[in-house]
């Protein structure tokens, strides 16, 4: 028997690791995880000793390992640039991520909620595009938002120039419990050595917080 198909489309590399990695690693034990990463993320940082090099093919070689360490079977890069996602690349944008929907058929999408989580507004972007499209398949039977709670959001004010306000627990429809894959999902975000300001605080974070990731269905 096939494995069942899943895609998550994110924005950048490391948005699955500082996303719903967990959740990611869990899946791929018995579905067929593909990623789908709209930009390169050369808008990013670069902490690592590499600095002839270009960022996103750093960048790239760093989801790779991510995603290999969560299981995921396939990830495609749709190149486009970092920070720059705007109403003008709509059609675009969505035309190419349709492809590729159309071509894995996926039993569920995941992406981040339509705020970004962050805010980020390559999130936003990405995020309604996945929205859009779910609504145009019949085969995909669910579409699963990857946010944050509030007791989450709310160490976060000091890091992020907006961060929107996270869910209370009475908003979330699934919560998945990562702890099984804990280790994985650290591994996994360690592997962004590039974006190593940003996982060290993140990592911080993830000491205190609950081995759980939260989303809207």
Same mark, same amino acid.
């Given at each position: 028997?096939?494995?069942?198909?899943?895609?998550?489309?994110?924005?950048?590399?490391?948005?699955?690791?500082?996303?719903?990695?967990?959740?990611?690693?869990?899946?791929?034990?018995?579905?067929?995880?593909? @990623?789908?990463?709209?930009?390169?993320?050369?808008?990013?940082?670069?902490?690592?000793?590499?600095?002839?090099?270009?960022?996103?093919?750093?960048?790239?070689?760093?989801?790779?390992?991510?995603?290999?360490?969560?299981?995921?079977?396939?990830?495609?890069?749709?190149?486009?640039?970092?920070?720059?996602?705007?109403?003008?690349?709509?059609? &675009?944008?969505?035309?190419?991520? *349709?492809?590729?929907?159309?071509?894995?058929?996926?039993?569920?999408?995941?992406?981040?909620?339509?705020?970004?989580?962050?805010?980020?507004?390559?999130?936003?972007?990405?995020?309604?595009?996945?929205?859009?499209?779910?609504?145009?398949?019949?085969?995909?039977?669910?579409?699963?938002?990857?946010?944050?709670?509030?007791?989450?959001?709310?160490?976060?004010?000091?890091?992020?120039?907006?961060?929107?306000?996270?869910?209370?627990?009475?908003? @979330? &429809?699934?919560?998945?419990?990562?702890?099984?894959?804990?280790?994985?999902?650290?591994?996994?975000?360690?592997?962004?050595?590039?974006?190593?300001?940003?996982?060290?605080?993140?990592? *911080?974070?993830?000491?205190?917080?609950?081995?759980?990731?939260?989303?809207?269905?």
């Amino acid at each position: 028997m096939s494995k069942k198909p899943i895609l998550a489309i994110f924005a950048h590399p490391d948005d699955e690791a500082f996303g719903p990695a967990g959740t990611l690693a869990i899946y791929s034990k018995t579905s067929r995880v593909s @990623i789908i990463c709209v930009t390169n993320g050369e808008a990013g940082e670069n902490h690592t000793d590499k600095k002839n090099g270009s960022l996103v093919n750093i960048r790239k070689e760093e989801l790779k390992k991510a995603a290999k360490i969560l299981g995921v079977s396939d990830v495609f890069f749709l190149d486009y640039k970092d920070g720059q996602l705007c109403n003008n690349l709509y059609h &675009d944008l969505a035309d190419k991520i *349709q492809e590729y929907v159309e071509k894995i058929k996926p039993e569920i999408l995941i992406t981040f909620e339509p705020r970004g989580v962050s805010g980020h507004i390559d999130h936003v972007v990405v995020s309604l595009l996945t929205h859009y499209i779910f609504s145009k398949v019949d085969y995909v039977k669910k579409l699963l938002n990857f946010t944050l709670i509030k007791e989450q959001t709310d160490k976060l004010y000091d890091y992020f120039i907006y961060v929107p306000k996270g869910y209370v627990l009475s908003e @979330i &429809d699934l919560i998945v419990d990562v702890e099984s894959v804990w280790e994985t999902k650290i591994k996994a975000l360690k592997q962004h050595v590039s974006q190593m300001k940003d996982v060290n605080k993140i990592l *911080q974070h993830m000491e205190e917080a609950p081995k759980k990731e939260y989303f809207l269905v």
